[in-house]
């Protein structure tokens, strides 16, 4: 008789590095972007671009954590990190956010609460 297998650890995507997309990505799970994605990022939890990421369109999730570039809005439910690398070039809407020296945004930053 099979075994089915059950995952019980958390899921997540990595778009590596030399790696380029087009077109939207959609997800449930936790997706980390060391590559290039032209086209808007959909997660149901956490986002994040690594320091070589580059995302050209908005970002939608509960969490994000940038420390690469990304050109667009992004809405981010619950905390958005912005280490000292990130670049964001675009409007930002979060409940929380956290930002380190050196880090970029050149746009409108909008706190909300839910």
Known sequence: MSKENISTGSSHNTIAQDTKITGDLI???DI???GEITGNVTSGNKIIIG???VVTGDIICENAEISGTLNGNALVKKLLI???SAQINGDV???TISIEPHATLTGFCRMVRE
């Open 51 to 53: 320091p070589k990421g």
């Open 82 to 84: 912005l280490t000292e």
């Open 27 to 29: 997800t449930s799970t």
């Open 93 to 95: 809407q979060m409940a």
């Open 32 to 34: 980390r972007i060391d």
